[in-house]
């Protein structure tokens, strides 16, 4: 439960929901939360709109931010990675496009943890096939990059801005009459 975390004056989950028993027994003292998460994965987002109406009916503040898919330009590797420059990005790009990796609208047609997009930027693309930039799951640049635009289950910065204003606004906020004194 929240027993331990009363102290909060808010509250940031991403990517993920909470246990749905757990906010329904603390939703009276729950802090203000932003829930900011991708909804192609559904599943987490079901319980994430549920968090947000049990909490919304006990009358907690709470914001949900959505992370969408992200289009893929000829510059998203080069403004994103500082190893990665405008003619590298150009080409991850094109070998994308050429492979069907990349739709009209340049979004992803598959989920980059379970396509061939390693093995056709490895082929095209020198500095990768060289070593220079870094392709391995879950750890390089490029794959965290594609898992983000593709918008499934990852970390993004889509409205950083507006969940960092949250947050701040309810910190600096005077306490809150739930909160236990010092």
Known sequence: GLEGYRWLKAAAVQIMALPPD????????????????????SWTAGIVGNNVDTLKRAGRTVVELL?????????????????????TSQ??????????????AGLLTQDPRMS??????????????????GLAADR???????????AQHEFCDAHADAALDFLLRHALA???ADTPAG
């Open 174 to 176: 005077p306490p809150r």
């Open 67 to 87: 992370c969408e898919p992200m289009a893929i330009g000829d510059d998203f590797f080069h403004q994103r990675m500082d190893e990665v420059d405008q003619g």
């Open 140 to 150: 390089s640049g490029v794959s965290e990059l594609l898992n983000a635009a593709f």
């Open 91 to 104: 080409g991850m790009v094109e070998t994308l496009r050429h492979h069907g990796l990349l739709d009209d």
């Open 22 to 41: 757990m906010v329904e027994a603390a939703a009276e003292r729950f802090p203000p939360a932003v829930f900011w998460h991708m909804p192609r994965d």
């Open 116 to 133: 061939g997009w390693r093995a056709a930027l490895q082929r095209n693309v020198s500095r990768i096939a060289s070593g220079e930039i």
